[in-house]
């Protein structure tokens, strides 16, 4: 009994020390000192709005840039990811080395619609500028089809390894917001579709790391899709971020660009409609009735998702 004893005392200290003589953990033929043990954080990505309780995995999602910052805010290094998959079971491994409190921002969707710029190690802050959306002549470049999402990790901390006695992971979450939306404007009501054009112009182009709409961007308009039917035009625009404060205009103008309706898109328009929340909503129809009138026409009536939002009191009668 107490030899069975003594040997397992023995066999215990023997690995102790073989442990000890190997890099305490790690293995010796490869890492010569634990600092140099490896060490990385685990990321998964989803989307939920506050507008439901359910998490999502967007399909759109095909490829990932990760900025890593250190305990100062500082830029440390970029990892890119293409052919993603979201899922509950999808993770990518960021490296991490020295060990420390580190930060993640995550953008999915940057592609050659976008001017990126260059950043700096250690000088570089969250608050920079990282994006441009291209545009020319003030016309911005057609985002149709296109997606972009953007989300920021909690800190995280990874120890000494020599406290750990080796290798350490650790894993987190972040959660991203959608910054496309679409907006489809129906004007009808008029005799030649042909002679209207409707204008979306904004200055949301211009994004920081951390995803916050930098101002002082250029003014920029938006491409119109056209459509036209029987005293119908419909303009579908596909858009940046919506959020007040950025300079957002619906324009209505008609032969020789004379201007039936000008007004701001989000105060005026889709926020009168109290089902509208932009944080969950990335999808609008804005329907304007307009009647003849003099030798021109006037609006009458304003919808936002099937919701009447403006009225207005003209000597003609609306049939809407």
């Known amino acids: 009994m107490k030899r069975n004893l003594y040997n397992r005392i023995a066999a215990a200290l023997l690995l102790i020390n073989g442990i000890m003589m ?96 260059n950043l700096q190690q250690k000088v570089t802050t969250k608050e920079d500028l990282l994006l441009q959306l291209k545009q020319s002549a003030g016309l911005a470049e057609n985002l149709k089809g296109e997606s972009l999402y953007t989300g920021t990790s909690n800190n995280v901390f990874l120890p000494d390894p020599e406290s750990v006695l080796g290798a ?39 994004y920081s790391i951390n995803g916050d709409i930098l101002r002082n961007a250029d003014a920029m308009q938006y491409p119109p899709e056209y459509s ?19 300079d957002d205009w619906l324009t209505i103008k008609w032969k020789e660009n004379k201007v039936l309706y000008h007004e701001d898109l989000l105060g005026t328009l889709l926020l009168q409609n109290p089902d509208v929340n932009l944080s969950c909503d990335h999808d609008f129809v804005i329907r304007f009735k307009v009647k003849e009138n003099n030798d021109t026409y006037v609006v ?21």
């Not at 036209?228 to 950025?246: M, N, W």
């Not at 919808?303 to 049939?319: A, G, Q, R």
């Open 168 to 206: 350490y992971y650790e894993h987190t979450s972040i959660r991203l917001a959608q910054y496309v939306s679409r907006i489809e404007v129906i004007v009808e009501g008029m005799q030649y579709p042909e002679d209207f054009k409707v204008e979306i112009n904004m200055r949301n182009g211009d």
């Open 300 to 320: 009458t009536e304003v919808w936002v998702n099937d919701w009447l939002i403006h009225t207005y009191n003209t000597d003609i009668e609306s049939d809407y």
């Open 22 to 117: 190997t890099g305490s953990g790690c293995d010796a033929l490869i890492y010569e000192d634990m600092l140099d043990c490896p060490q990385g954080v685990y990321l998964r990505f989803y989307t939920k709005t506050p507008c439901n309780t359910d998490t999502i995995y967007p399909v759109d999602i095909k490829n990932l840039n990760v900025f890593v910052f250190d305990e100062n805010e500082k830029f440390v290094a970029e990892y890119t990811e293409d052919n993603v998959t979201l899922s509950s079971n999808y993770e990518m491994l960021i490296p991490i080395y020295p060990h420390g409190q580190y930060s993640f921002v995550a953008w999915a969707g940057i592609d050659s619609h976008y001017t990126r710029q």
């Open 228 to 246: 036209y039917g029987d005293s119908i035009l419909t303009a579908k625009f596909t858009t940046l971020k919506l959020e007040t404060g950025h």
